[in-house]
C-alpha cells in the first residue's frame, strides 16, 4: 500500500469509528439495537453485575442508546456494539466514557451470558483499549468492577491494567484498576518483541477500518 493510501485508510478509521477483531465488529449503537440491548440487560446474570441490579425499562434501554449516541458526538471517544461476526448478533457493548463525577476515562464491557467464557471480553476490551491510547490518545484508562466480579477483573489483568485501591462509584464498592499510556506502550512493544519472536499473531486486535 502505498503511503498516501495508507493515509486514508487511516483518515477514514478514524471518522468510521469502527473496529474489527478477529471474531468481533465493534460499531456505533443504531436504535433499533434496542431489542437486543434489552434482551442483555433483562438476563439476571447480566444485572447482578450493573450498578443498580435492576432490570432496565424498554424506554430506559433506548435513553442508554441516546446517551451513548451524544456521547460520541461530543467527545472523540464512547461506548461501541459488540457484534459477533459469526451470526451478525449484537451480544454486547464495551468502550470508554467519564468515572461517575471525575475527569477520568473508565473502559467498560457487558457481554450476555451466552457469549461469556471464551475471550471475548478480552478480545473486545484489547480493542478499545488501543483505540483509547492510539486513536483518542488518552494519558490514562481506569475500570473498576464488583470484588466479586471475578471474570471482569480477569479482563482488566489480561490488557494489562493493574489494581490500585478498593473505591466507591455508583453506589457501589468497587475494585479499582488503570493503565497509562507509558505502560501501555510498554506492553504493547513487549507484546510485538513475543510475537515477533515466536512468528505469531499479536494478542492485541488490530484496529481496521470498514467501509
Not at 7 to 28: G, N, S
Not at 66 to 75: A, L, R
Not at 127 to 154: D, H, M, T
Request: proline residues 3%; glycine residues 4%; hydrophobic residues 40%.
Amino acid at each position: 500500500m502505498r503511503e498516501s493510501e495508507a493515509l486514508r485508510l487511516q483518515l477514514r478509521q478514524f471518522v468510521a469509528r469502527e473496529i474489527e477483531t478477529p471474531r468481533l465488529q465493534l460499531r456505533q449503537f443504531k436504535p433499533d439495537d434496542a431489542k437486543e440491548l434489552h434482551r442483555i440487560y433483562s438476563h439476571p446474570d447480566s444485572l447482578k453485575y450493573m450498578s443498580n441490579e435492576k432490570p432496565l425499562l424498554w424506554e430506559q434501554t433506548r435513553a442508554v442508546i441516546d446517551s451513548f449516541t451524544e456521547h460520541w458526538k461530543n467527545h472523540n471517544f464512547g461506548v461501541w456494539a459488540i457484534v459477533y461476526k459469526n451470526n451478525q448478533t449484537l451480544i454486547g457493548h464495551c468502550g470508554l466514557k467519564f468515572l461517575a463525577n471525575t475527569t477520568e476515562i473508565q473502559i467498560g464491557y457487558l457481554l450476555f451470558k451466552s457469549y461469556w467464557s471464551i475471550g471475548l471480553g478480552t478480545e473486545a476490551a484489547s480493542a478499545v483499549l488501543k483505540y483509547g491510547f492510539e486513536i483518542a490518545q488518552l494519558e490514562k484508562i481506569v475500570a473498576i468492577a464488583k470484588p466479586e466480579n471475578i471474570a471482569s477483573r480477569r479482563v482488566m489483568e489480561k490488557i494489562g491494567m493493574k489494581y490500585e485501591k478498593e473505591a466507591h462509584y455508583y453506589d457501589n464498592d468497587v475494585v479499582y484498576y488503570s493503565i497509562g499510556r507509558e505502560a501501555y506502550q510498554l506492553e504493547s512493544m513487549r507484546l510485538r518483541f513475543a510475537t515477533q519472536k515466536a512468528n505469531i499473531s499479536s494478542s492485541i486486535p488490530l484496529f481496521l477500518c470498514l467501509g
